[in-house]
């Protein structure tokens, strides 16, 4: 493991957490009077999980359209 996988692993963490723990935050700040901390967590938790879920779905996506179709071997091709 070199160290540009390392910084891009220590960077997507850091997202991710930034991610969490403001939408945990404005979720208890919308809701203060009716929730608790842990119901905030799990909707920061929840709102982390969905943005890597988008996230891999657009990369699917992305590379499904930027590799090219396979093509086949035509039949004088193929071994006797």
């Known amino acids: 493991m070199n160290s540009s996988n390392q910084i891009g692993g220590s ?3 850091a997202l991710l957490n930034t991610i ?5 935050a404005d ?3 919308r809701h203060a009077h009716q929730v608790s901390a842990q ?3 799990v909707h920061g938790d929840v709102t ?3 943005f890597l879920i988008v996230l891999f779905a657009v ?3 992305v ?3 930027l590799y090219p179709p396979r093509i086949g ?3 004088s091709q193929r071994p006797a």
């Open 39 to 41: 119901a905030a967590t």
């Open 11 to 13: 960077l997507g963490a």
């Open 20 to 24: 969490a723990a403001s939408a945990a």
């Open 73 to 75: 071997r035509d039949q």
């Open 27 to 29: 979720y208890l700040t």
């Open 48 to 50: 982390a999980f969905t």
């Open 63 to 65: 590379t499904a359209l």
């Open 59 to 61: 990369g699917a996506v």
